[in-house]
């Protein structure tokens, strides 16, 4: 099969845009598809692939699967370049909509076409999920903050968090930059988390200003990780370190979060970019 697609990337954490309106893609299978192109020798390479789908409850339905093949039911820097490809590519005319995910109703807005194909959104996340059991992390209690956990000998504090993605939030003293490598492995995969967990590590500057970097459930590090922002933004306010507006330096660049105390919402603002469109032939 010959698919076009559009290459796009959100601070760095990158993907393989597809329209499959027409449902076409969906036969040969999304997981086996996705392993195939974000291959970074054997195909186009990307941290996954995302969907355009119809749907019946909202303006558009979206998807995404990681590189490895595995579904995810939210991606933050996906949503951003979701709708600006969706926009050029006429699917969709209005500058806000509402988009069916797997973690619900997900509502992006394009606030500026910044030129250079790079758009400015802003994504009403929704609201993130503070209990264990939906998150889901194997601990009781309504709250997962700082819970200890040991990994390659070494304790961990753990706060988790969904935004319909799991998320296991560290935070440490000074961040050295090889965490992810070094330790995200272990705790996506740790048995108190039934889905995994994508792991953030992250290095408080100031009570508005923190530093992240992140190894993703299905992906392995990336430069930069929307919905871990939020987790992470929630998190550190939770651990009494941070207010409800924080900057999220990840390796990627910045991201705005603002955890809204007026309906729970997590509003997240930061680019989407072009980088190429394509046309590629698959053979599964
Ligand atoms: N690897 C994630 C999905 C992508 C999330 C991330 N790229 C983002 O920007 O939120 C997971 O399996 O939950």
């Not at 760095?12 to 086996?32: H, Q």
């Amino acid at each position: 099969m010959v698919i076009d697609f559009t290459k796009m990337e959100g601070l760095g954490n990158d993907f393989i845009m597809l329209d499959d309106m027409d449902g076409e893609l969906g036969k040969m299978g999304y997981a086996a598809l996705a392993k195939k192109l974000c291959d970074r020798r054997f195909g186009v390479g990307a941290d996954g692939i995302i969907l355009a789908l119809p749907s019946d409850s909202c303006d558009i339905g979206f998807r995404i699967f990681n590189s490895d093949g595995s579904e995810a039911e939210m991606c933050g820097n996906g949503m951003r370049c979701f709708a600006a490809f969706v926009n050029a590519r006429g699917l969709l005319s209005q500058s806000r909509f509402k988009v069916e995910t797997k973690a619900g109703t997900i509502v992006p807005e394009i606030i500026e076409d910044s030129g250079g194909g790079v758009t400015q959104v802003c994504v009403d996340m929704g609201e993130p999920v503070l209990t264990p059991r939906n998150i889901p992390f194997d601990v009781e209690g309504d709250r997962a903050v700082g819970v200890p956990l040991t990994a390659y000998d070494r304790e961990f504090a753990i706060t988790a968090v969904s935004m319909g993605n799991p998320h296991a939030v560290i935070v440490v003293d000074r961040l050295t930059g090889d965490e992810p490598v070094t330790f995200g492995p272990s705790i996506e995969t740790y048995p108190l988390f039934p889905e995994k967990t994508n792991v953030e590590f992250v290095e408080v500057v100031s009570p508005s200003e923190v530093k992240m970097r992140v190894w993703e459930r299905g992906a392995g590090e990336t430069l930069a990780c929307g919905t871990g922002a939020c987790a992470t933004a929630v998190a550190t306010h939770l651990l009494g370190l941070t207010g409800r507006e924080v900057t999220v330096g990840l390796k990627g660049g910045d991201l705005a979060i603002t955890w809204n105390e007026s309906d729970n919402h997590i509003m997240k603002t930061g680019p989407a970019t072009l980088a190429f469109e394509g046309r590629v032939r698959v053979s599964l």
